[in-house]
């Protein structure tokens, strides 16, 4: 079955370092991908539709240039946590839309993020 | 308001009891729904679709009320390893879907 791979699953870093994520979907072509922000008891949040080929789509409330999505081939999209405080500290999941069968979207393990 | 919400509970059950709770949605264009199941620091996995005429997959039995705009969940016989937190999940006409914020259920031995 389709399949999507997320790297790395945890990172701690200092502040100021800039973070790279990388979603990649195996077995099939996603030219959407989505990415999610979960803060602890909270539900999973949209931050961006990542858009192969062109721009990334970001969610009100959602700092473009804070963070950085690249999406340059079919199986592959990245999201950039540039300059991370401590607030960014989050679960980071992305995921790619499924046509067939039940499931609508196929999830990456996810990305603890945790800045110190 | 938020486009979906859950009792966030939680709901604390001996194994073998039945354990039901809800959620309601905002938009009454949603297309599609879902019980997502997510355990602690992991990604959410689905648990199963919720069709308009109800559906049930072994101890798990899903509605849809569309009129008031609520799906809810119940589980029976509890196991132990049905402790989780279910997600309610409602899907537009888009890829784009909505989360709630999850139901947490611990099953006791």
């Known amino acids: 079955g389709a399949v999507v791979s997320q790297h790395p699953s945890w990172v701690i870093c200092k502040s100021g370092t800039s973070v790279k994520i990388e979603c990649r979907s195996l077995?099939?072509?996603?030219?959407?991908m989505f990415w999610y922000r979960q803060f602890p008891k909270q539900s999973l949040m949209l931050m961006a539709t990542?858009?192969?080929?062109?721009?990334?789509?970001?969610e009100q409330g959602v700092e473009k240039d804070k963070f950085l999505i690249n999406h340059a081939s079919l199986t592959l999209s990245t999201l950039t946590v540039t300059s991370a405080h401590p607030e960014d500290s989050s679960f980071y999941i992305c995921?790619?839309?499924?046509?067939?069968?039940?499931?609508?979207?196929?999830f990456g393990d996810g990305t603890r993020l945790s800045i110190l | 308001r938020k486009e979906v919400e859950q009792d966030p509970g939680p709901f604390n059950v001996p194994e073998g009891a039945t354990v039901a709770f809800n959620c309601t949605y905002s938009n009454s264009a949603s297309q599609s729904f879902f019980w997502y199941r997510q355990d602690c620091r992991k990604e959410p996995k689905l648990l199963m679709s919720?069709?308009?005429s109800g559906n049930e997959d072994g101890r798990f039995t899903a509605q849809l009320n569309r009129a008031s705009q609520y799906i809810s969940l119940l589980i029976r016989d509890s196991k132990l390893s049905d402790s989780a937190t279910y997600l309610c999940?409602?899907?537009?006409?888009?890829?784009?879907?909505?989360f709630g914020a999850g139901t947490t259920v611990t099953v006791r031995a």
């Open positions: 995921s790619a839309p499924w046509a067939q069968g039940d499931q609508p979207q196929h």
């Open positions: 999940v409602v899907k537009g006409n888009d890829y784009k879907l909505s």
């Open positions: 077995d099939f072509q996603a030219t959407t």
């Open positions: 990542s858009n192969e080929g062109s721009k990334a789509t970001y």
């Open positions: 919720v069709y308009s």
